[in-house]
C-alpha cells in the first residue's frame, strides 16, 4: 500500500481525555476523502513499525488539511502513547483513505447514533451536509444520539448544538448514562432512545451506529428484531 507524509499542524483538546490532532500533506499533493472514511497512521518507534487506524474527523478541504480524534493513552499502545506526546511539525506515515462507512445515497431522514469516540466520522459527514451556505441533505430530517458515561465526553457538543440552531431539521440528543447531578438533559444508554428517534419514519430511515462493540451490536439486535429493513443499518465497530 502506498503512503505518503503528512505533518500535524494542530493540536487541540476537547476534553482531558481526548486530542483533536489536525494534518496537513508534507507534499503539495491533494489529500482527497469522504466524510467518514479513516486513515492508517504509522510510526517507528525504538526501532518498531506501529500502526492504527482513525476515523477522519474533519469535512474535506482544499488544502488537504484533515483531523483525527483519538484518545491516545486509554489504548495502552506504543503509537497511542506517542500521539499523546507530539507536537507540531512532527510526520508520520499515512495511508490513502479507505473504508466504506460513508453515507448512502439517495439521502433519506438519517440516525445518527454514536457513543464515545464514535462520534468521530458522525463529526465529518454532519459538517459536510449541514455546515454550509446549504442544507445538503435536501430537508430530510436528521437525529444525532450522543452518549457519553459523563457530559465530559460529549466530545464536540458545542458544534452540534451550534448546528442544531442553524438546522431546524437537525435534531442533536446528547445522553448521560453515569451519575451527574447538573446534568438535566437526557439519560440512559443511547439505546433507550432510538425507538423515539425513529417515531413513525422508520421504512424511510437509514441508521448510522458507530462506537463500542457491546453498544452497535445491541442496537442492532434492536432493530433486526422489531424489522427494520437491515440494509438501512450502516455501522462500523470501535473495539
Not at 57 to 84: M, N, Q, T
Not at 140 to 150: D, E, N, Y
Not at 215 to 226: E, I, P, Q, Y
Request: charged content about 25%.
Amino acid at each position: 500500500m502506498t503512503t505518503r507524509r503528512i505533518r500535524l499542524k494542530e493540536v487541540a483538546a476537547p476534553a482531558a481525555d481526548a486530542r483533536i490532532l489536525a494534518f496537513e500533506p508534507a507534499d503539495a499533493e491533494p489529500f482527497e476523502f469522504e466524510p467518514g472514511q479513516h486513515v492508517c497512521l504509522s510510526a517507528t518507534l525504538n526501532g518498531e513499525k506501529f500502526t492504527g487506524y482513525y476515523s477522519i474527523a474533519s469535512r474535506p478541504h482544499p488544502a488537504g488539511r484533515f483531523e483525527l480524534c483519538i484518545k491516545p493513552v486509554a489504548d495502552g499502545s506504543p503509537l497511542g502513547e506517542h500521539l499523546a506526546r507530539i507536537a507540531p511539525g512532527d510526520e508520520f506515515e499515512c495511508s490513502p483513505p479507505g473504508g466504506t462507512f460513508r453515507l448512502r445515497e439517495p439521502l433519506r431522514d438519517t440516525v445518527f447514533v454514536a457513543a464515545g469516540t464514535g462520534i468521530t466520522p458522525f463529526r465529518a459527514m454532519l459538517h459536510d451536509l449541514l455546515d454550509g451556505p446549504e442544507d445538503r441533505h435536501q430537508g430530510r430530517g436528521i437525529t444525532l444520539i450522543f452518549g457519553a458515561r459523563h457530559p465530559d465526553g460529549l466530545y464536540f457538543r458545542g458544534e452540534f448544538e451550534q448546528l442544531q440552531a442553524k438546522r431546524p431539521r437537525f435534531r442533536f440528543w446528547p445522553t448521560i448514562s453515569g451519575p451527574h447531578a447538573d446534568w438535566s438533559g437526557r439519560r440512559g444508554r443511547v439505546q433507550s432512545h432510538l425507538d423515539e428517534a425513529l417515531g413513525n419514519r422508520r421504512d424511510a430511515t437509514d441508521v448510522y451506529i458507530c462506537g463500542p462493540r457491546s453498544m452497535l451490536d445491541d442496537v442492532r439486535a434492536r432493530l433486526t428484531a422489531s424489522g427494520f429493513d437491515e440494509r438501512a443499518i450502516h455501522y462500523e465497530k470501535y473495539g
